[in-house]
């Protein structure tokens, strides 16, 4: 079956610009998450989506967001983009069935550059 | 809150050392315990995991065993390759699906 898929695989933008970024789950997950992966921060989690409603949310000032569609495709945005927002931005997915424990699937990730 | 601590890398060896990537956890709860592997340019693999205490994880000649009563699961493999040079991640997810990581190890193995 497919994977996660996260598109586009790179992005340069310039600062202050807005982005989105795209995550196709993998069929039958309802429960898409998000991370920031920076050499100096390490894996950040940013938030999960599951069924449309945020779930669970990092420490990440408002500009950056998500949401989640009906078929589980899950989309982040980033406003006024700063150079500190370079970095690669990990999608999962997962069936999160409550009490469940069950793994994430990651993507291949967005590596967005901000210049 | 939950949290994750990996011994730091980066942990250099020789092809067919034995190589250990010590994890340790705090958690309430009865959290389920994955290590995870991104090799260069990719995202995270599912590397093995295990969901209840004394469980083994195993794949690909790696193994971890859920130690409840010194939270810990931490990843040995016997004999390791060149391609097995990566980063390793281990975390916790508990039952309401929130996962946590560590830092990660980053594994560099000589031929």
């Known amino acids: 079956k497919a994977g996660v898929t996260q598109t586009p695989r790179y992005l340069i933008k310039t600062r202050g610009q807005q982005v989105t970024l795209s995550c196709s789950p993998i069929?039958?997950?309802?429960?898409v998450s998000w991370y920031q992966q920076t050499p100096g921060q390490g894996l950040q989690f940013l938030f999960e989506?599951?069924?449309?409603?945020?779930?669970n949310k990092g420490n990440f000032p408002g500009r950056f967001s998500g949401r989640q569609f009906s078929n589980s495709r899950s989309e982040m945005n980033v406003s006024t983009l700063e150079l500190g927002d370079s970095a690669l931005y990990l999608c999962?997915?997962?069936?999160?069935?409550?009490?469940?424990?069950?793994?994430?699937?990651f993507g291949s990730g967005t590596r967005l550059t901000v210049v | 809150g939950d949290s994750v601590t990996q011994m730091e890398g980066p942990v250099t060896l020789s092809e067919e050392a034995f190589l250990t990537i010590n994890c340790t956890y705090t958690?309430?709860?009865?959290?389920?315990l994955f290590w995870y592997v991104q090799y260069p340019g990719e995202g995270l693999q599912l590397l093995l995991k295990?969901?209840?205490?004394?469980d083994k994880g195993s794949n690909k000649g790696f193994e971890a065993t859920y130690r409840k009563e010194t939270t810990s699961f931490h990843l040995e493999k016997g004999s390791v390759q060149v391609s097995d040079s990566a980063v390793y991640f281990c975390?916790?997810?508990?039952?309401?699906?929130?996962?946590?990581f560590g830092a990660g190890t980053q594994v560099v193995v000589t031929p």
């Open positions: 999962a997915s997962s069936l999160a069935i409550e009490g469940g424990n069950y793994g994430y699937t």
């Open positions: 069929s039958g997950h309802r429960s």
């Open positions: 989506y599951f069924s449309e409603t945020q779930r």
């Open positions: 958690a309430t709860g009865y959290p389920s």
């Open positions: 295990a969901t209840k205490a004394d």
């Open positions: 975390g916790i997810m508990d039952s309401w699906g929130k996962f946590q």
